[in-house]
């Protein structure tokens, strides 16, 4: 077996070597392109046996105490030194002095508590430095002064109270400063004025206990593009101080999540009036109240997060200036204290109508009553609208529930988990150009008329999966030509008789599982030719595949060409049809576990020769043979045949098991879930490990059987060949014969012949020849027959002159009548003689004549000659009608003529 059992062997030797190697060196680092990988080996030294040209070393996870610089010199071309992770308490200022390229140095998750001037002195090629969460308390003088190329510098989760890290300019390259999680209690102009020259994108100062910004502190900063204070308890006034201070600067982003803004007012971002922010989080705050006009100040706004906050009302000025927002969240931002009508969020009219530029929005997991008739009006630009648990009871969605979106070039809107009960005509006649459309998880019962859909031109998907009842008509989607996907999924479905879908042209996906249906026609998809993926699993669709079923099975998948993935799980099946995957040349998957499935029909696979993902768990197979599964099996990359009663026998599995062995097909718990069920001294034995050695022994019975009964059946073909064509073949063994012997063509030409023609014939019918053959002659000088009667030398012994004769003419007539073949001399001699000739000269040299109708065997029993053994020209019929005589003479001149050879 080559799957699931290792070798002890093979086992043994790994250990050994195992054993070998970690005898040899203390370490097992991995060094692949110039990388060593060092962590988590509890290593207290640094290795000093690693490639001298490594570029990176990884020591995390380790327990070393110190880097000293001396065991670094043999690593100079190290570009990235990974410590982060281990008990460091001290670094020397040497050691970038041995590692002169060094350009990342992480030191994170260490015990460094203090850095002085001379710690990177020497580290002028540092871009990050990262010393994340050890203890420095206090930055004297100007440690990092000299890492004019630095970008990143973290030393967050510090035990630092200022922002202080030098007290002269620096860090002129500096892009990102972390330090969040300090003590950092203030920001003063005086403790950020080494970054004078900096220009920062980020600024990360969350999780500090600040409380005052004094004036000029951002503005001490170069340029300061990016600001984080999450999770720094401001509350409203100090965040209106922090704007001010943040007036003229110029900064982009403001991270402000978890700040207990609890309200804003007009006030609060009237500092970044002079700004260019473009986003803002405001996520987290406990927000109840936006005041109006709040952010009027923000023009330029173009991302806007508002999730998990505490809204009350939404007032129509509360948004008023974002003329810019193309992104709002405001998932979960409503209150949610209560269900009672009077404490539900509430958003007045027109609220949103400031926003112009808005293209996503999120109103997601929040409480509102309803919808109302202006709600999203002035949205022009909305592209994608989620309203998913969005209102506590939507109930009707009518045909002005969404009037306000008339003028929003929708194309995705969300509608899931709203209690929706039902659809009037034309509720979504206003989104012209929506293209997915979710209605899942509602609460929809209704007869889909079709006139629900009017107006969605341009509609792409419609997701209505879980709801409470659907029945179709055949008009339902009538409206909607253009859907390609349409989910139906656990939806109570019920069917009128003609198919609702006939109008889908383009439908690639339908899913029209978990419905229970029991009764479909066979036309229900017919004209679905893009349809790629059907979902049927979990209905109740067994009988329809019955033989006893009353008209036959139903073929409900003809047609489908496109299928690629078919889903037919747990329909109760106990039986298929031998052609309904015919035609489907495209299934890539098919599943048909979960059913009750024991003998699949030869063949019934041939048609999927693209077949890629075969599932038959759980069905009552016992066995598998290669008629059914070998054209299935061929490019399969994955199998489920899983908790099927396996029959261990030779016949059942030899050949499954045989294929498992050589696939790569992809088969999970092949040990576990593939069991034998019978015979019973093999129960619950895992089918992999089947041996099928004997099996193989009964080949060469088989074979013997096989080859025993082919030749029984030659034989009896031999015999009834040869006792019905058995002249024949001698006959042509004859001539093979003698070709192959040497027995050359005699084509003489017709001079070296006395006689034109030796004419057997009885002697009762010398008066016919006489009377035919001397007329010819008389007409043809040149033509000389041989008449016994007339030719022959006297004193001569018959036979030798017969033979003598035959020989001296070019051909043989024989004129047969009853006559002829009650003669005695033509049955023996003669015809011994002729026949002889006839192979040595070939088959022309013989003619026949009949002057009466002969049956064929009749011939064959009296001269040995049957019709087939000559070419039609050489036979001839003496016609009985007068006016045919001349056309009978002409044929014999043909035939006369005629080289003496078998083509
Ligand atoms: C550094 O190298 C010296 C000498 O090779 C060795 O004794 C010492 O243990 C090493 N120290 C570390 C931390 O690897
Ligand atoms: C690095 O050194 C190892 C041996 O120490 C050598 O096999 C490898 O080719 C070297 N790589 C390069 C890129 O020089
Ligand atoms: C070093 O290894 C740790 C743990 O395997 C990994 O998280 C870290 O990213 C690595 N450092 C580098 C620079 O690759
Ligand atoms: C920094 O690295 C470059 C190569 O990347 C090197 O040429 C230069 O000498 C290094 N600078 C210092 C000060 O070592
Ligand atoms: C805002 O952007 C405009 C143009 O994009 C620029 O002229 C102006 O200086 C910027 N203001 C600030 C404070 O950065
Ligand atoms: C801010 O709102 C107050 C009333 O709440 C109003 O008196 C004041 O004029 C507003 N300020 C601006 C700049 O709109
Ligand atoms: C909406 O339906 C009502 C009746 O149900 C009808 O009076 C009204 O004209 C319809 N409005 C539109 C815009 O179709
Ligand atoms: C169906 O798809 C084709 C090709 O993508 C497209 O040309 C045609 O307009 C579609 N039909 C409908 C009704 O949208």
Avoid at 13 to 36: D, E, N, P
Avoid at 599 to 612: A, E, G, H
Avoid at 738 to 754: C, W, Y
Wanted: proline residues 4%.
């Amino acid at each position: 077996m080559s799957r699931g059992l290792l070798h002890p062997v093979p086992c043994f030797l790994g250990l050994l070597l195992f054993w070998i190697l970690s005898a040899s060196s203390a370490h097992r680092c991995t060094v692949r392109h110039q990388v060593a990988d060092c962590s988590h080996l509890k290593l207290t030294e640094i290795p000093d046996d690693l490639p001298a040209n490594i570029t990176v070393l990884n020591l995390t996870h380790n327990q070393l105490k110190k880097l000293p610089p001396a065991n670094f010199t043999r690593y100079s071309r190290l570009t990235v030194l990974d410590a982060g992770f281990n008990t460091i308490s001290k670094l020397e200022p040497d050691l970038c002095q041995k590692l002169p390229l060094l350009e990342i140095l992480n030191i994170q998750h260490n015990e460094l508590s203090q850095v002085s001037d001379k710690t990177f002195l020497f580290c002028l090629n540092l871009t990050e430095l990262l010393l994340r969460s050890n203890s420095i308390q206090k930055i004297q003088n100007n440690p990092f002064k000299n890492l004019k190329n630095l970008i990143k510098l973290d030393l967050s989760h510090n035990g630092m109270p200022s922002t202080k890290l030098g007290t002269e300019l620096q860090l002129q390259n500096l892009q990102e400063l972390l330090l969040s999680s300090n003590k950092i209690n203030v920001l003063t102009r005086e403790e950020l004025g080494f970054l004078g020259n900096s220009s920062l994108k980020k600024l990360d100062l969350s999780s500090n206990p600040i409380k005052e910004f004094s004036p000029g502190c951002f503005h001490a900063i170069g340029t300061l593009f990016g600001l984080s204070l999450n999770n720094v308890p401001l509350g409203p006034s100090v965040i209106e101080k922090l704007c001010l201070e943040l007036a003229s600067t110029s900064v982009r982003n403001l991270y402000l999540s978890d700040t207990q803004l609890f309200k804003t007012s007009n006030a609060t971002f009237a500092g970044l009036k002079q700004t260019n922010l473009t986003t803002l989080d405001l996520s987290h705050n406990g927000l109840s109240t936006i005041g109006n006009d709040s952010f009027a100040w923000l023009p330029r706004l173009g991302y806007l997060f508002l999730e998990y906050n505490n809204i009350g009302h939404l007032s129509s000025r509360s948004l008023y200036g974002l003329s810019s927002v193309r992104y709002l969240t405001l998932r979960h931002s409503f209150t949610k204290q209560s269900n009672s009508l009077a404490l539900l969020p509430k958003i007045d009219d027109f609220s949103f109508r400031w926003l112009t530029g808005l293209e996503y929005l999120n109103m997601d997991d929040n409480n509102f009553p309803g919808m109302k008739s202006n709600m999203f009006t002035g949205l022009i630009k909305l592209k994608y609208l989620s309203l998913s648990n969005s209102f506590t009871s939507f109930q009707t969605l009518a045909n002005e529930t969404f009037v306000s979106l008339a003028h929003s070039p929708l194309l995705m809107l969300n509608l899931s988990r709203n209690k929706i009960s039902k659809m009037e005509g034309g509720a979504f006649s206003w989104l012209g150009h929506l293209r997915v459309l979710d209605l899942g998880l509602n609460e929809i019962g209704q007869e889909l008329t079709g006139e629900e859909w009017r107006g969605l031109d341009s509609i792409v998907e419609i997701y209505l999966s879980y709801n409470k009842y659907l029945q179709l008509t055949s008009s339902s989607f009538a409206l909607v030509p253009s859907l390609q996907r349409l989910m139906l999924r656990r939806v109570a479905l019920r069917f009128a008789a003609t198919s609702p879908f006939r109008p889908l042209r383009n439908l690639t996906i339908l899913d029209l599982s978990n419905n229970n249906i029991a009764n479909i026609n066979d036309d229900l998809l017919e004209g679905l030719e893009k349809l790629e993926i059907l979902d049927l699993q979990h209905n109740n669709l067994a009988r329809l595949w019955k033989h006893a079923n009353p008209g036959g099975p139903v073929y409900f998948l003809k047609g489908l060409s496109h299928l690629h993935i078919l889903n037919l799980e747990s329909n109760g099946f106990d039986e298929i049809p031998v052609d309904v995957f015919k035609d489907l040349f495209q299934l890539k998957s098919i599943s048909l576990g979960l059913n009750n499935l024991n003998i699949l029909p030869p063949s019934v696979f041939d048609d999927q020769v693209s077949l890629r993902s075969l599932s038959l768990q759980k069905n009552l197979i016992t066995s598998i043979e290669k008629s059914v599964f070998g054209p299935a099996f061929k490019n399969l990359s994955s199998l489920d045949m899983s908790f099927n009663p396996f029959d261990c026998t030779c016949e059942s599995i030899a050949w499954f098991v045989t294929w498992i062995n050589s696939t790569h097909t992809n088969i999970s718990e092949l040990p576990s879930h593939y069991l034998c069920n019978t015979p019973p001294q093999y129960h619950g034995f895992p089918v992999m490990l089947f041996d099928v050695s004997p099996c193989k022994d009964s080949a060469p019975f088989e074979l013997f059987f096989m080859i025993s009964t082919s030749i029984l059946l030659i034989f009896i073909s031999a015999v009834l060949l040869i006792h019905l064509e058995g002249w024949r073949l001698s006959f042509y063994w004859n001539v093979l014969v003698h070709r192959a012997l040497g027995f050359k063509e005699v084509d003489r030409q017709p001079e070296q012949f006395d006689y034109a023609a030796y004419i057997i014939h009885a002697y009762e019918d010398r008066d016919w020849v006489w009377e035919h053959f001397s007329p010819m002659e008389e007409k043809d000088q040149t033509l000389r027959f041989c008449l016994e009667e007339r030719d022959f030398q006297a004193g001569v012994l018959e036979l030798e002159a017969i033979v003598n004769s035959i020989k001296r003419s070019r051909k043989t007539i024989f004129v047969i009548t009853q006559n002829l073949l009650k003669d005695p001399l033509c049955k023996r001699f003669k015809v011994h003689q002729a026949v002889q000739k006839a192979i040595e000269q070939n088959l022309d040299s013989i003619i026949l004549i009949f002057l009466e109708e002969i049956p064929d065997y009749k011939l064959n029993h009296a001269l040995c000659l049957r019709r087939g053994m000559f070419k039609s020209h050489c036979i001839l019929t003496w016609p009985v009608q007068v006016e045919r005589v001349n056309a009978f003479h002409h044929k014999l001149q043909v035939a006369l003529g005629s080289r003496n050879s078998v083509h």
